[in-house]
């Protein structure tokens, strides 16, 4: 049994990884800021609790010591990342200079690393789908941050994966946000996050990935509008759709190409269809239904 790090660990997508990787019969270092909710890991077995900075260079070596593989999925997300340029460059890509080096001192550790499709800006007016070739032109703060990343983890000279997520969809009864992160008339596509979760956890030991980066989203059952989405939450939800107010300018959604991570993955089994009927259930589960 080999023992997997996972920084960022006690995080919605963190957690899920954590538990998908204990599946498959890992031991897991979970690791996070003192402040987070560890309770998921306190009781079951297979865990290993790591609490502190991502920047701490002592401790990411002994986290990382050990470890087969890290995944580096710590950052400080949107919206709170825009609020303080200084500190989201620190924590994301300070915090993964720290990672590289330690996963180099170990021995070259395989380093899996999380990314955004953010990175690629403003695609709007180009033709569908992105490639992971296409430029990189960040918007704000976060994806300039994951950029410089980026680059930090293809000179490391360690085995390495990039993944540049799309929007994460999670079937859980949650109001939608205003307004929509995205125009009515705009291309847009989520991913699952229990797909999200079987990509990371298939990417363990999988030495086709190596030196690849890759684009994570739904697939074509996913690729629809702005409108087409947010009517279709409101639809499931039994939420007012005339209510809903859209961004008046385009943002960094798409319609993104996922042949290679699809085919290396295999990770694209929950339709658009079936993720609302989950949605739906969320929804029944959480009204008593």
Not at 193 to 217: C, E, Q, S
Request: some cysteine; overall charge negative; hydrophobic content about 40%.
């Amino acid at each position: 049994m080999s023992t997997i790090l996972v920084t960022g660990g006690a995080g919605r997508l963190g957690a899920n990884v954590a538990y998908g990787l204990r599946e498959k019969g890992h031991h897991v270092r979970v690791m996070d800021i003192a402040a987070a909710d560890f309770s998921p890991f306190e009781e079951p077995e297979g865990f290993e609790i790591v609490r502190g900075d991502i920047r701490d260079g002592e401790l990411v070596k002994q986290s990382v010591n050990g470890c087969s593989t890290v995944f580096h999925l710590a950052a400080i997300l949107p919206p709170a990342s825009e609020k303080d340029r200084t500190l989201t460059m620190s924590i994301n890509v300070e915090g993964t200079r720290a990672i590289t080096h330690a996963c180099e001192s170990a021995g070259s550790i395989p380093l899996i690393f999380s990314s955004s499709v953010s990175t690629y800006g403003d695609t709007s007016t180009e033709m569908p789908p992105i490639q992971i070739d296409h430029p990189q032109a960040a918007l704000n703060i976060y994806p300039e941050s994951k950029i410089a990343s980026e680059r930090l983890v293809m000179e490391a000279g360690i085995p390495y994966a990039i993944l540049r997520i799309a929007g994460i969809a999670v079937p859980a009864f949650l109001d939608p946000p205003a307004p929509w992160p995205f125009m009515r008339n705009q291309r847009v596509e989520f991913v699952a996050i229990g797909d999200l979760v079987t990509a990371l956890v298939n990417l363990v030991d999988n030495t086709r990935a190596h030196g690849k980066v890759f684009n994570l989203a739904g697939g074509s059952s996913w690729q629809v509008t702005g409108e087409e989405y947010a009517r279709r939450y409101c639809h499931t939800l039994d939420i007012s759709f005339e209510s809903q107010t859209f961004h008046e300018k385009p943002g960094w959604l798409d319609w993104y190409d996922t042949a290679q991570s699809q085919a290396i993955l295999k990770y694209q089994n929950t339709s658009f269809d079936e993720f609302h009927k989950m949605l739906k259930a969320a929804m029944d589960a959480a009204l008593g239904e």
